[in-house]
């Protein structure tokens, strides 16, 4: 038998893969230790948690040094840490969204025919970036309806049922630019209007930069926060 260093449950070592002397080992407690599968799972969940407050802390850093840069009267300070508050819960409702770029509206008669046709098109999307839990997908267009325009482009917003699928699609979205279908779809996170404030001022800095003559820039995301790093490859001014 075998006992878990956490939890101190026994287990035979037939059914959990440890050999004879290993089992000794841990038994005389020479330093030699061993985790169960339930005990070994929810380490991995505390070190997820641990990752999310620490970006959650640096976020907090920076909206912080953000106001603290002016004198302020305890009423301003008060509604400075509120707008502080809010801004962490709106990047915590939108953790899970994504938009989708450049897909031309259909010139349907009612909203749900165009939210039938969108469906379609966002979980091919999916599909393509090998994405399968798409099954409760509901796309959102964003911004209002001009029936007088003939190319209408309005982003998708949707949601996935996790963080960690926003990630994979992400990631993978760049294989959308190899694609015929896709090829003029882009694909970001759903950022918060100060988010979007934040990317923009990191631009304006890129381009000034190549401007007066640096090259081989490009704006990476470090923790959520947009910074502008080396590359090895030349870069456009222009960054998505």
């Not at 976020?59 to 840490?81: G, H, R, V, Y």
């Not at 979205?173 to 100060?194: A, H, V």
């Amino acid at each position: 038998m075998v006992s878990c260093c956490i939890c101190s449950k026994s287990f035979k070592i037939e059914c959990v893969d440890v050999s004879n002397t290993q089992a000794r080992k841990i038994h005389k407690k020479t330093g030699l230790s061993w985790t169960c599968k339930c005990c070994s799972q929810v380490g991995n969940d505390i070190n997820e948690l641990k990752e999310v407050i620490v970006a959650l802390q640096n976020e907090i850093k920076l909206l912080k040094s953000a106001i603290s840069t002016t004198s302020q009267s305890p009423t301003n300070s008060l509604l400075d840490t509120e707008k502080i508050i809010q801004e962490i819960s709106e990047r915590e409702k939108r953790k899970c969204n994504i938009i989708i770029y450049g897909n031309n509206e259909e010139n349907k008669t009612s909203k749900n025919e165009q939210l039938a046709v969108d469906t379609v098109f966002v979980k091919d999307v999916l599909s393509s970036l090998s994405v399968t839990d798409n099954d409760n997908i509901k796309p959102i267009r964003l911004g209002k309806f001009d029936a007088t325009k003939t190319d209408r482009r309005r982003p998708i917003k949707i949601t996935l049922p996790s963080e960690n699928s926003i990630l994979s699609v992400l990631r993978m979205s760049k294989e959308l630019k190899k694609s015929t279908r896709f090829n003029n779809i882009s694909i970001t996170r759903d950022r918060t209007p100060m988010q979007l404030e934040l990317y923009r001022n990191t631009k304006i800095e890129l381009n000034q930069r190549i401007a007066n003559g640096e090259s081989n820039l490009r704006i990476r995301y470090d923790r959520g926060i947009p910074v502008i790093i080396s590359s090895k490859l030349p870069v456009s001014p222009t960054v998505n």
